[in-house]
């Protein structure tokens, strides 16, 4: 059946409304450089949506006014999820996610709702049914969730299943997966059809938006449903993306493979944060990648848009789970546009932007000062001829498809810190001018650190969350920087007892040698300032009967 026919009755209805609101309650300027982000967009056919707290929405009209007049599409940040809309069995409440839909209705806003079945924020009570009863929960929690907002005219998508895999590409190995396998996201979708047959349905997950193994797998999934007929219609690719990190590989190739399946594609929640504190130079590289990633939507027909997993500073999930990084949104904390929003709305308004040229390639660098865990590197200085000015310059490891940033400088010159001992780095440097234009990589150079020094001291506390008579879940496990300098990149070994085995992990790679199970960052937790904080977590089988748990945690 075709899914859709609502969703344009619901588009239309929308834009009706957008057009009588925008005649009363907005300004009747043309879209133009300093026009609002939603009327760029809806010019070239895109939605440009924001992730809503329901916190601040009850509470600051700053945060009101610029989630109004800005986007035209509303994700609830935390309001649509099952704590939230079913904290206990057959016990629904609804009062957040109406806030939400109930702002979006009145702003001429379209709704993306998220998420239905998430191995994250699911009481526990759900977590501990037997495979019957969970599945019967699962459909009766997805018929009630969507059939109350089927027939609202906002609510037009769902994030069916969010995260099913793990960072290799695999199947995560969740409650769902363990209790139901793999057939729960079929049955998921089903159900999700079944409460409303003409709302979009989704997979959603992180890390895959450019090509990569996990994408790769995503990609195959997404076919082999639809081929089986299940009613998977659309494709999210999160966008939590780290200005140290390099920009993801291919990302509008990514789309556009998607794309060549009959999917629809959308980036559903794009931040791009920064190792505090902010400076010009990781405020360029922020913009460059929000207004990437805008271009990569804009240069694929079946990507419908862009929701941006918040907008201010002032709130957003970002510290508190990657504590010393932050400034990942287009606001400040006082909601002062960065450049950042300049770069979405110059790209949206296509070509509208003043500055598109690019500063000149930097010199080829030159190493010194080459210690176990630092490095100097000079460089002849670009110059810009665009108008907004040299902003700055970063330092990339040539590693492959995602090269990681390893420093950033305001002038020709760095000391990169946090460097692993005795290995060889191929490194290049990057300008950026202020409106995010980066240049070309200048030619690279090779250097290979000392030996000894060790990766810096670091400690790690491991606490187990809950455990069962033949498996237990062990998180957080912390990691801490306690040294003086930066760490990019960590590993942590732990010992099992016998007979126990490793069934799944979270925000780290592990691997198992006899009874050694090491743990390492993942790509986007390597970074950690002095004092900063991470977690990772894994869960284990062990015999029955057996209560062990592991031991000898060590850092480093
Ligand atoms: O509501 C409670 C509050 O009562 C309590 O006092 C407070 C104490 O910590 O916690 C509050 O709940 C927090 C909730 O956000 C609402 O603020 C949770 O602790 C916190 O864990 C939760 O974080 C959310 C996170 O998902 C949970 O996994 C973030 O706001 C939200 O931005 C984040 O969003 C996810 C997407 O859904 C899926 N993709 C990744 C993305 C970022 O992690």
Redesign the pocket.
Known sequence: MPPHDRSRTRTLALTALFGLLAAFLLPATPAAASAALREHAAARGKFIGT?L?T?PLANESAYRDLAATEFNQITA??AM?WDATEPSQGRFTFDGADAVVGFAAANGQQVHG??LV?H??TPGWVQSLGATAMRAAMREHIAQVVGRYAADPAVVSWDVV??VFDDSGNLRTSFWYNTLGESYIADAFRAARAADPDARLCI?D?NVEGINAKSTAMYDLVRSLRGQGVPVDCVGL?G?LAAQYGFPGQVQQNMQRFADLGVQVRVT?LDVRMVMPRDAGKDATQAAYYRDTVNACLAVTACAGITI??FTDRH??VP??FPGQGAALIYDENYRPKPARTAVHDALAGGGGSDTTPPTTPGAPAASGVTATTATLTWAASTDSGGSGLAGYTVHREQGATDPQLGQSAGPSVTLTGLSPATRYEVYVRARDGAGNQSPASATVAFTTATGGGGGPCTVVATVQSQWGNGYVVQPVTVTNTGAAALNGWTVTFTLPPGHAVTGSWNATLSTSGQTVTARNAPYNAALPPGGATTFGFQAGRPGGDTATPSGYACG
């Open positions: 992730a707290a916190g940040e935390n999820k998220h998420t998430w994250s924020q969010n995260e959603n992180y999160q939590h929640e997993w918040g957003s999930w508190d789970t």
